[in-house]
């Protein structure tokens, strides 16, 4: 079965760049979603199509998805993004999560 | 603004059946997929399986034998039934909309439930 492999934690400094790495085999072949997850809070859809952002989503928040490798990019950082990330893809119908990353800003 | 909403038993016992279903308002169930997800305590997000409006399925396949998704769109309903549970099917059960056109991913999720397998 196929798998996306995410570390399970980054930290950055508020107001610095935070990047979150998705890996699998021929990601960069298909398109990869990104969720936000706040602790008691449902996922929220920050990306898709690698790098697209829903109306809403601020835009310190960018994607890209090349080779084997999709990268959520957080701009200027703010205490507000601390939060679990993860990445979503599919494999031929059905649907795959990554592990999820915890973003911590201190 | 779409809503979905969850529904049903918070406690379900070993070996039994458990039973949701979600609601979706603000918008038809037709012409898009929906899909039930998983989050056991503490862990990460897994695919429990689609339905689409017009009934046709899919599965996870380490779920497939258990699971059974239905679509009343009379109702704008839809409904998750995963027999033979065990303690490891404890978890906060979301129901979510996915574009599936190219990409557009998972737009709009219920604000889950959770559903703890004991005796």
């Known amino acids: 079965s196929y798998e996306l492999t995410q570390p399970p934690s980054v930290s950055v400094s508020p107001g610095q760049t935070a990047s979150i790495p998705c890996s699998g085999d021929k990601l960069g072949n298909q398109y990869t979603c990104w969720y936000q997850q706040k602790p008691g809070q449902s996922p929220v859809l920050v990306i898709y199509q690698d790098s697209k952002r829903p109306s809403g989503i601020p835009e310190r928040f960018s994607g890209s998805n090349s080779g084997n490798i999709a990268t959520l990019t957080i701009s200027g950082t703010q205490a507000m993004d601390e939060a679990d990330y993860y990445c979503q893809a599919w494999d031929s119908s059905t649907v795959v999560f990554g592990g999820g990353t915890k973003l911590t800003v201190l | 603004q779409v809503q979905l909403q969850e529904s049903g038993p918070g406690l379900v016992k070993p070996s039994e059946t458990l039973s949701l279903t979600c609601t979706v308002s603000?918008?038809?169930?037709?012409?898009?997929?929906w899909s039930w997800i998983r989050q056991p305590p503490g862990k990460g997000l897994e695919w429990i399986g689609y339905i689409y409006y017009t009934g046709s399925t899919n599965y996870n396949p380490s779920l497939k034998s258990r699971v059974t998704i239905l679509v009343d769109t009379s109702k704008n309903q839809f409904s998750l039934k995963l027999s033979s549970v065990t303690a490891a099917d404890t978890a906060v059960y979301y129901c979510a909309r996915e574009v599936r056109i190219a990409g557009k991913g998972f737009d709009y999720w219920g604000q889950g439930t959770l559903v703890t397998v004991s005796s």
């Open positions: 603000g918008g038809s169930i037709s012409s898009y997929y």
